[in-house]
């Protein structure tokens, strides 16, 4: 959830950046590669400072977007409690912060390659703006993203350091695998550990090798148009 999370929002974030000028466009360019410096263990402290339920950002939550999502959805019988730290939607706050920069970083300089050109001339041609994206932009941005994405759930799968203090590590709810890996190892199951750690290896080859399928495919299309 968090990979496509940041391959939506990284995208356009991207765009943004690279095409429109605004005040204050220098400072998000550079607060996009915070993840990048800061220690992980450093992240995660203040990711759960922040949501925590006394937090700043935990405690609006809890206040008011809480109450206004359970009106909301509560006729369908969901229920949001409000929390954010030590429940899963930590553990996904904490590998959006880390994985975005991924995205934004990749997808950057091809923006920047894109002349304006082609999208003037697909709009000379009667195409919407819409049509324009979908058919013009999105194709060459295709491999780029998808490569960003790539990164960004290869940098999920594996994270530690930013998802173990927000995470709570509550059993069977709030567990991540590579917490499970260092329990097994303390507890000197190494054949656990190697079970957890082979099947993390398996899942991500299988989607990194489906990503890359994808982007000879995306490559071969764009060369045939």
Do not use: C
């Amino acid at each position: 959830m968090a990979a496509v999370f940041n391959l939506v929002f990284g995208v356009a974030l991207a765009w943004v950046l690279s095409r429109y000028d605004f005040p204050g466009r220098r400072i998000v360019d550079a607060v996009v590669d915070l993840p990048f410096a800061l220690p992980t263990a450093v992240a995660g402290i203040a990711l759960t400072t922040l949501y925590a339920p006394n937090g700043v950002f935990g405690a609006f939550v809890k206040n008011h977007l809480a109450p206004a999502a359970n009106s909301v959805f509560g006729v369908f019988g969901i229920e949001f409690s409000g929390k954010i730290a030590y429940t899963q939607w930590g553990i996904l706050i904490a590998l959006i912060f880390v994985g975005l920069p991924f995205v934004v970083r990749t997808v950057q300089p091809v923006i920047g390659e894109i002349e304006r050109e082609v999208e003037e001339a697909s709009a000379t041609l009667g195409a919407t703006r819409a049509y324009t994206l979908r058919r013009v932009v999105l194709p060459m941005l295709a491999p780029a993203a998808l490569t960003g994405f790539a990164l960004s759930l290869a940098r999920a799968v594996g994270e530690y350091g930013s998802v173990i203090f927000i995470a709570g590590n509550i059993p069977m709810k709030t567990e991540i695998a590579p917490l499970l890996i260092v329990i097994r190892l303390e507890e000197f199951d190494y054949g656990g550990a190697s079970a957890i750690g082979i099947a993390m290896l398996a899942i991500s080859f299988s989607m990194l090798l489906a990503i890359n399928l994808i982007q000879i495919w995306s490559r071969r299309r764009i060369g045939n148009v």
